[in-house]
């Protein structure tokens, strides 16, 4: 089987907001008591912000693994296990159906219990806790928050609907959260974690080359899960990346004026038959 994983460009996105938003994640970090991390699942390791301990300090943190409903679940558990076992408290949660999305509360009402008992044996008040959610971008931070407060978020500080800068909102009695853009990091070293993200909708898709990715998620899909993408397309063999894509094309009626088979639609396709989930449960992620 044919495996032609090498990527002829280098992509990174790494636009001045994100600088921005570091530098007030850094002034503000002695408000925060803890750390909502958000991750995909479908990548649960190309997504986790490298960088990450450098903005945060030592403060406790939740892995929250979001999109878990779209995930290969075995694939996922395995890598999530490993995080657990360096010390991570792990949640994943489905956002669809809003399913552990409690989890994520009780958690945080417990450490801020624990919070409010150091805070009274130092003679001080018992207060809400403050929260930091941190993620990639598109990795559903703004769905997970309306998730958590079960309607739309009470704002509590200036935020504009979509997420460009640092803002309060209060999701429950007893937490504030701090929201934040999605970051990435100045240099995207690991070039098949950068092109997971580009094909998984957090990198910004002006930046990108179509038939690099959708090349890129036929490779994968081959290697990791040829009979989904046999089955998504009806293809009775799967030897040859540019043989798959054309035929793609050709079922999928991606045909120009003269016959001419538009190779660029068929690109398209595939980029969001993966990011909407009709291609099925995938993690592209291996440990």
């Known amino acids: 089987m044919e495996n032609n994983r090498q990527n002829s460009t280098n992509i990174n996105w790494y636009p001045g ?22 991750i995909d699942s479908r990548m649960p390791i190309s997504s986790k912000i490298v960088d990450i301990k450098n903005l945060i300090k030592n403060k406790p943190t939740i892995l929250i693994s979001t999109k878990y409903d779209m995930c ?4 996922t558990n395995k890598i999530l296990k490993e995080y657990q076992n360096n010390g991570y408290d792990v949640i994943p949660v489905d956002l669809i159906n809003g399913k552990d999305i409690t989890k994520i509360i009780n958690r945080t009402v417990v450490l801020q219990k624990e919070l409010n008992e150091k805070r009274k044996q130092k003679g001080l008040k018992p207060r809400s806790i403050r929260v ?6 598109n990795v559903g931070k703004s769905t997970l928050v309306n998730r958590l407060v079960g309607k739309k978020a009470t704002k509590v500080g200036n935020m504009p609907g979509v997420t460009k800068n640092l803002g309060w909102i209060r999701i429950h009695k007893d937490i504030e959260l701090l929201d934040s853009p999605g970051i990435l990091w ?20 002006e930046i990108l080359n179509n038939e690099e990715i959708a090349r890129y998620i036929v490779s994968k899909l081959m290697s990791d899960y040829p009979n989904l993408l046999k089955q998504r397309y009806n293809l009775e063999k799967i030897n040859n990346i540019d043989e798959i894509i054309e035929e793609i094309a050709k079922k999928r009626g991606c045909v120009q004026k003269g016959g001419l088979i538009d190779i660029e639609k068929a690109h398209l396709i595939i980029i969001r038959d993966l990011k909407e989930g009709h291609i099925g449960a995938v993690t592209f992620d291996n440990l």
């Open 186 to 205: 100045p240099k995207l070293e690991n070039q098949e974690h950068a092109h997971n993200l580009a094909c998984l909708s957090s990198i910004k898709e």
């Open 132 to 137: 930091l959610i941190l993620g990639v971008p």
């Open 72 to 75: 290969d679940q075995n694939k």
């Open 17 to 38: 907001h994100m600088a921005k938003t570091k530098r007030e994640i850094k002034e503000k970090i002695d408000l925060i008591d803890i750390v909502f991390e958000v």
